[in-house]
């Protein structure tokens, strides 16, 4: 699978925490948009745009990243046209 995968750690309203698997597009369409290999650091916060899976689970497919100092870093649709529902 030619996809990029990470894994985010959320708490929740209740204090607990899921772990939530990101999808995003190929290596070469994220370098294409301005991500690195150091772009993501453990442990920083970070906001995740995306599409959840349809079953529920913990499961989504990224469009859009903000890092912890505020830069947006697209990942699939560009930010300036957010995907129509």
Known sequence: NPHVRFFLDVKNPDQTVTN?????????????????????AVGATTTVDGFRARDGSALANVW????????KVPAGTPVDQPPSH
Do not use: A, F, I, N
């Open 64 to 71: 859009l990243v903000t890092l912890s100092d505020g830069r």
């Open 20 to 40: 939530w698997e990101l999808t995003l597009p190929s290596t070469l369409q994220l370098l294409r948009r301005g991500w690195t290999k150091d772009l993501l």
